[in-house]
């Protein structure tokens, strides 16, 4: 079995790709470095009075600070250029709820509902109670959005049930996030849990509605006549 890179690896092989794709990249990253360490510096001359081990002390946590933002710096920038990949692709949506969606949210990267135009339909819940994300064209995509939404109402009554959409007619991934954690809502942690349980356990999904007996993976098109 490989082992897995460690760390440090794994951040130059993600700082290696950021430049590589973004030459002002490496501008951002020294800014984002030096400034705190020079912050630090000059708190060190201008602060301390010369006393030894405080001038360390500064210095120290004004190098501690750079590194802290290059971290930062590299992170805005990997999301950046993530966002920048994946908008316009089917199931971008998917990624994210699967590698960001916040712990206090319960949500699944598996299509609730999809179509044979790779329009997709998403559920999460959090305090918001229900949320129907949906990706795609908008128009063609609504009838899913319909059917998943009178679905959780019947499941689950009384959860309120909110509607975002993803796409070139509606958000894009950039905008995802904020928009679905600015929607209020009051539902509790334990509700959260046991109304994404319920869901799970009884909902349709695009597997649930296939024949029974036929397996989706290797399903062939007809030969023509």
């Known amino acids: 079995m490989a082992k897995e890179?460690?760390?440090?690896?794994?951040?130059?092989?993600?700082?290696?790709?950021?430049?590589?794709r973004d030459r002002?990249?490496?501008?951002?990253?020294?800014?984002?470095?030096?400034?705190?360490?020079?912050?630090?510096?000059?708190?060190?001359i201008m602060a301390t009075g010369?006393?030894?081990i405080s001038f360390v002390v500064s210095i120290i946590?004004?190098?501690?600070?750079?590194?802290?933002?290059f971290l930062i710096v590299l992170g805005q920038l990997t999301q950046r250029l993530m966002y920048s990949n994946l908008q316009g692709q089917p199931g971008a949506v998917s990624a994210l709820i699967k590698n960001q969606l916040r712990r206090s949210w319960r949500g699944n990267d598996t299509p609730i509902r999809m179509n044979k135009n790779q329009d997709i339909v998403y559920r999460v819940v959090g305090k918001p109670g229900v949320v129907i994300v949906s990706e795609g064209v908008r128009s063609r995509v609504a009838p899913l959005v319909e059917d998943a939404r009178r679905e959780v109402q019947r499941i689950v009554p009384g959860?309120?049930?909110n509607l975002?959409?993803?796409?070139?007619?509606?958000?894009t991934l950039k905008e995802f996030f904020p928009a679905l954690y600015k929607i209020k809502g009051r539902v509790r942690?334990?509700?959260?849990?046991?109304?994404?349980?319920r869901l799970n356990s009884i909902a349709k999904t695009p597997a649930s509605m296939m024949p029974k007996g036929i397996d989706p993976t290797k399903m062939r098109a007809p030969r023509p006549r």
């Open 50 to 52: 010369g006393e030894p």
């Open 189 to 197: 942690p334990a509700e959260i849990v046991v109304v994404s349980n």
């Open 24 to 44: 002002l990249a490496i501008i951002w990253l020294i800014l984002g470095t030096l400034g705190p360490i020079a912050a630090g510096i000059v708190f060190a």
């Open 164 to 171: 975002l959409h993803v796409g070139s007619d509606g958000l």
């Open 61 to 69: 946590f004004g190098v501690l600070a750079g590194i802290l933002g």
């Open 5 to 20: 890179p460690g760390r440090i690896r794994q951040i130059i092989d993600v700082l290696v790709l950021v430049i590589k």
């Open 159 to 161: 959860v309120p049930v």
